[in-house]
C-alpha cells in the first residue's frame, strides 16, 4: 500500500524548532521527489519546500518566507525526508503535509513547489506557534 506518513509537528513557542519527518512506504522512494506544503486556516495550500531525487543532485528549494530558516533532507536508506524548521514564527502555523512526484529525467527532472504532479500525499502533521 502506498503511503506517506508524517509526524513531529506539535506546539513550539516563537523563535522554537521543530523536525518534521516524512516516512514512505509501498513505492520506490528513491525514485520520487518529495515536496512539504503547508496550509493555514481559510488559506490555500502552499509550497514550502521540496528535494529532488539523488540522481539530480537531490537539489533543494524553499518558499520564501522560509528561507534561511527550514531544511530539507532526505534518507533514501531510511525512506525518509525531514524537514527541520528553525526560528519558528506565529504565521508558520499550518498543518504541513508531504508529497512525491515521481522523477522524469525528461519531463521533471527537478523538483517543484506547486502542487500539481505530485502523485502521493500525507495526511499532514499540525505545527502550532504560539506563546
Not at 11 to 27: D, N
Request: proline share 3%.
Amino acid at each position: 500500500q502506498l503511503q506517506l506518513v508524517e509526524s513531529g509537528g506539535g506546539l513550539v513557542q516563537p523563535g522554537g524548532s521543530l523536525r518534521l519527518s516524512c516516512a514512505a512506504s509501498g513505492f520506490t522512494f528513491s525514485y520520487y521527489h518529495i515536496g512539504w506544503f503547508r496550509q493555514a486556516p481559510g488559506k490555500e495550500r502552499e509550497g514550502v519546500s521540496c528535494i529532488s531525487v539523488s540522481s539530480a543532485g537531490s537539489s533543494t528549494k524553499y518558499g520564501n518566507s522560509v528561507k534561511g530558516r527550514f531544511t530539507i533532507s532526505r534518507d533514501n536508506a531510511k525512506n525518509t525526508v525531514y524537514l527541520q524548521m528553525n526560528s519558528l514564527k506565529p504565521e508558520d502555523t499550518a498543518v504541513y503535509y508531504c508529497a512525491a512526484e515521481f522523477f522524469s529525467r525528461t519531463t521533471q527532472p527537478m523538483c517543484r513547489m506547486t502542487l500539481e504532479g505530485y502523485d502521493y500525499w500525507g495526511q499532514g502533521t499540525q505545527v502550532t506557534v504560539s506563546s
